[in-house]
């Protein structure tokens, strides 16, 4: 039986004016396609566009360029058989859990009497029977999303579009509701043809997408397709459930190795520099440099011990990376004599090797440092080198990197800055 | 940000309680014991200033500084008030009981009453001088400005986060410091936005304030005011033109150089970390910021109050136990102290009452300010049908919304007797009745609170919830019935109540409107005040005001409060 396709997005590209004028480009050649009976996962860090593209889908924004369409037909607007839940669960507070899942069925203008009946089984499906005339403020955050779910299925859409549904949840709500779903969709109790899930966390991705789209960011783009041959109910614990993990992680980390350092050449005042605290730089540092892994460590396994999510441990990688205080290779991060050094030293030697770190591999700190040191009041506004950066990149973009480089030159205390004025000195704040 | 409305919603219950009846016997005590002294003063000033003022528009920029000092001045005032009288409130339970229902009357209390009942007080404090009829215009303006500050820093105090105030008592912070590192911040942002409405106000009464006639005493101060009232006077239409550019100017400086730099310093003692606007860029603040001199200026000054913490002893770091028995007597010497206060009070009222007015004269007042009730009612239902779809629709589009706020904020400043020109000549040459034409004058100032309290809670809606109406394709009506007009509820509510209470109050200059020779008069209860003022009749006076301020606060008790708190409960979101 050939499967039809539900979805197929082609080239789409989407920017958003920027207030200083030009453009940001937040998608650019992105293709994907949906079939009928699958599930597939935008995998990327939060900022990459994911949203976006499940934004144009739904038909809520268009695109600049490229086309989508749904069982065929051109995108244009929200069209009926394409639902959506949301990841803050967007339930309406002044409206009751039955008002809220009918609310989409009055849209249809249908009967009433088929408006309530198809709602409570709604209601019933999802496991919330008892709760119709409950308002959405008395009930807990997987409750809500229970809801969130409920009314978009309601309207019996062909796809299911799901923005990070589980990552307003603590850990065991989340699990609970994903494993539910999944049964209900793999027992074709749901509604739907086929469901495409936003998400970050990679493990959520493996444990339910039968396929994985790997996103990159600035701008926005599919960059490798991954498919999970598992059947379910899959086991977080399984081998190849960990293989999987690993191989995805492999897979960004070699991306964005590639993307950061085009061989060899040395960072220049054009390079945007994520913002990471000092403290998470010294918290994997030291990690990393403790047993048991003794200055090497696998990503996956690390990022699991420190409890953090992919995007949040991948800029903190690439930082240590930057400031040679480490390497990544392949999945794995692996110090530098520095970086040792680092991991053994006390505050005060540990500002001065970040210190020289900044000073030698940020030209962008240098440079400040060198404005300072030549002037005689010792002090420059921020303006001033925010009008250089944005000759480099984005406002944005200029915009962070010069806070990420004001706290790293703060901890360092290689100049300081205040907030008020907006000026950066070498003096200590009084 | 949140934007509470100008009235006590703690209080949970329609009927007055004992302490709200004894706040409405001390202040009509007042008024009456004010009016009793007035009437004393035997030949009042009227030969303090005969002298017309000039409409030659070179003029203009020396009277508008004299207006816009005065209300600084006011602000002051009414800064300092907040701080004290909200203060007291809020930190003595025994204090709070009678200041609170006592703030609630004195904001129903039309603010032109207290004109013409203090005028003669502040006169006679400096007789003969223009210092006294300056005290009195600073005052009406003090009190068009200082009761919903003292509102917003009251329920600010009132709900600073307890860990905030334990993590001041654990480094020993006295109650002075708490009070200027704590309290003051954390209600800043509320308060400065109330200031700004506070201006308002005191714009809608600049020609009140100056121009000040009562019984046999006319005074004309040099300002903004007194000169519309003098092109009103000889009907000069492009006096009334320039007047209306001065105020745009006197305004826009207002904004550039007080209020811009004050919303943008205030930003960082916003609580709330997300969803967080970019605060308006303030040249002033940069500049004030950056500048040497300044700090050298502000460094003494930090000094003192860095000093004035030392002066008490740091705080123990546990609550004092408080002893129930003299907590008991405490408590009951208060009751009874009150009572007595309240008692002489009533018997004051009682005898300035009898003295001249009749049951008649109560019925009389009362039914015309029923008409005045049922003006009121009918145009905020119209504004509210006419505003809350257009705010919503702006509210929707930030673009829009940043263009329509600062000008919605300038009309509402508006004062309505530079309408007057207009009003008159359409009435006149249509041959219209005034009973039912001057009315729209009542709402014009006010009706902006509407649209800008309900553009503010459409920009409130967020994002998903709007992308979730689409996605399900709710469109139309339903979308309005389901989706815009709860959502925009309660701040509705909020603005409906600031509009409600400010066309009482500009019925005493709507419901009498003249130009030159002609005259046009509306039935009900500000032209009643308004009639009395003119004649220096006291009596009538203070009756009208009792009259209206029992209809304002009746309207509160039974209508909005009971509404405000339906929206909190059904509609807030989050």
Partial sequence: MATQTLLDVHD?????????????????????????????????????GKSTLLRLIAGLARPQGGSLSYMGQPIEGCANGIAMVFQSFALFPWLTVLENVQLGLEALHLDPKEIRARALAAIDLIGLDGYESAYPRELSGGMRQRVGFARALVVHPNILLMDEPFSALDVLTAENLRTDFLELWKNGQLPIKGVLLVTHNIEEAVLMCDRVLLFSSNPGKVVTELKIDLPHPRNRTDVKFEDYVDQIYVEMTARRVERTRPVERPTGMGTILTHVSPNLIAGLIEAVAAKPYDGKADLPDIASDLQLEVDEL????????????????????????????????????RKEIFQRALMSQVPLAAHIRRVLDERASHTAPKRRFLDELEDHMTDDAAEETLGTIVSWGRFAELFSYDDESEMLSLENPS | MRILPPVSIEARRVLPSRWDLAAAALVLGFIVLFAEASRSVVEPLSTLTRERLSLDPINLPGYALRTALRMLLGLGASLLFTFTYATWAAKSP????????????????????????????????????????????????????????????????????????????VFGLNAWARFWRIEVPFAMPQLIWNMM????????????????????????????????????????????????????????????????????????????????????????????????????????????????????????????????????????????????????????????????????????????????????????????????????????????????????????????????????????????????????????GTQWYILFNVIAGASALPRELRDAADNLQVHGW???????????????????????????????????????????????????????????????????????SFYVVVINRVFWRPLYDYAERKFKLG
């Fill in chain 2, 197 to 444: 409405v506070s201006m308002s106000g005191a714009w809608f009464f600049v020609v009140a304030s100056e121009a000040i006639s009562v019984g046999a005493t006319s005074i004309a101060l040099p300002g903004v005011g007194s000169y519309i009232a003098e092109a009103t006077r000889e009907s000069s239409l492009p006096s009334i033109f320039w007047a209306i550019g001065t105020m745009l100017v006197v305004i826009l400086i207002y904004d550039q150089l007080l209020f811009r730099p004050l919303v943008a310093w205030a930003d960082r003692f916003r609580i709330e970390a997300e969803g967080a606007d970019e605060p308006p860029p303030a040249w002033v603040l940069t500049v004030l910021r950056r500048s040497q001199l300044m700090d050298r200026v502000a460094a003494p000054l930090h000094q003192l109050m860095q000093w004035s913490y030392q002066l008490t002893p740091r705080a123990r770091t546990a609550p004092r136990q408080a002893h129930a028995l003299q907590s008991r007597l405490g408590d009951g010497a208060w009751v009874v102290l009150i009572a007595m206060i309240v008692i002489y009070t009533v018997w004051r009222i009682f005898n300035f009452v009898r003295a001249e007015i009749s049951f008649h004269d109560v019925l009389y007042a009362a039914s015309l300010g029923f008409i005045t009730f049922l003006r009121v009612a009918v145009l905020i239902a119209i504004a509210s049908a006419i505003w809350t779809p257009v705010g919503i629709y702006i509210g929707l589009r930030p673009h829009l919304a940043r263009i329509v706020q600062p000008i919605a904020q300038f009309f509402a400043a508006f004062p309505v007797n530079l309408l007057f020109p207009i009003v008159v000549l359409v009435i006149v040459t249509l041959g219209l009745l005034p009973d039912v034409w001057l009315s729209p004058l009542m709402v014009l």
């Fill in chain 1, 12 to 48: 789409v590209r989407r920017s958003f004016p920027r207030p200083g004028g030009g453009e940001l480009l937040v998608l650019e050649g992105v293709n994907l396609t949906l079939r009928e009976g699958e599930i597939v996962g935008l995998l990327g860090r939060s900022g990459s």
């Fill in chain 2, 94 to 169: 025994r204090a709070g009981r009678l200041l609170v229902p006592v703030l609630d009357i004195l904001q129903s209390v039309p603010i032109l009453g207290f004109l013409s009942i203090t005028i003669v007080f502040f006169l006679s404090l400096a007789p003969g001088r223009i210092l006294g009829a300056e005290l009195a215009a600073v005052f009406v303006i003090f009190t068009s400005q200082a009761w919903n500050m003292a509102f917003s820093f009251y329920q600010s105090l009132r709900t600073v986060p307890t860990e905030m105030t334990e993590a001041g008592r």
């Fill in chain 1, 314 to 349: 991948f800029p903190v990688a690439e930082a240590i990376q930057m400031l040679r205080l480490g390497e990544l290779e392949g999945g794995d991060i692996k110090l530098s004599h520095m970086g040792k050094r680092f991991a053994e030293g006390e505050l005060n030697e």
């Fill in chain 2, 478 to 548: 339903l979308w309005w019935r389901k989706v815009g007009l709860p959502g925009v509820f309660p701040y509705y509510v909020t603005g409906a109540i600031t509009a409600s209470g400010g066309s009482w109050n500009a019925s005493i200059v709507a419901e009498v409107v003249s130009w030159g020779k002609t005259t046009l008069r509306a039935h009900g209860l500000g032209a009643y005040i308004d009639d009395a003022t003119i004649a220096g009749d006291y009596h009538r006076i203070v009756l009208g005001i009792a009259v209206m």
